[in-house]
Nanobody, 119 residues
Framework: VQLQASGGGLIQSGGSLRLSCVAS????????MGWYRQAPGKRRELVAD???????RLSDSVKGRFTISRDNAKNTVYLQMNSLKPEDTAVYYC??????????????WGQGTQVTVSS
């Protein structure tokens, strides 16, 4: 599974951005799709994820500000980020957990998209 993320950029504090990630690949069933982020000098952390049935998890730091959604027909996951803060500055990575037709579980990572929030 290949993941192509887009939508990052430079935004002022309080602004909004929407990230998108498209998954491509054949012979797989994509289960969970999500977004992680990694700030300089910090570990990669889960921001939000969503199952194929629409169940979501969001980290406490983004609850009430970020929303994750998914279009299964397009194999696309979105992260709507509102009320952005400088501490949201990080490289955001898309992730997908999937199962192949041979019933093998695996995961893929996107290339990362930079989000920079200026104060």
């Amino acid at each position: 599974v290949q993941l192509q993320a887009s939508g990052g950029g430079l935004i002022q504090s309080g602004g909004s951005l929407r990230l998108s990630c498209v998954a491509s690949g054949s012979g797989v069933i994509i289960n969970v799709m999500g977004w992680y982020r990694q700030a300089p000098g910090k570990r990669r952390e889960l921001v939000a994820d969503i199952t194929s049935r629409g169940s979501t998890r969001l980290s406490d730091s983004v609850k009430g500000r970020f929303t994750i959604s998914r279009d299964n027909a397009k194999n696309t996951v979105y992260l709507q980020m509102n009320s952005l803060k400088p501490e949201d500055t990080a490289v955001y990575y898309c992730n997908a957990d999937y199962r192949t037709i041979w019933n093998k579980q695996d995961e893929s990572w996107g290339q990362g998209t930079q989000v920079t929030v200026s104060s």
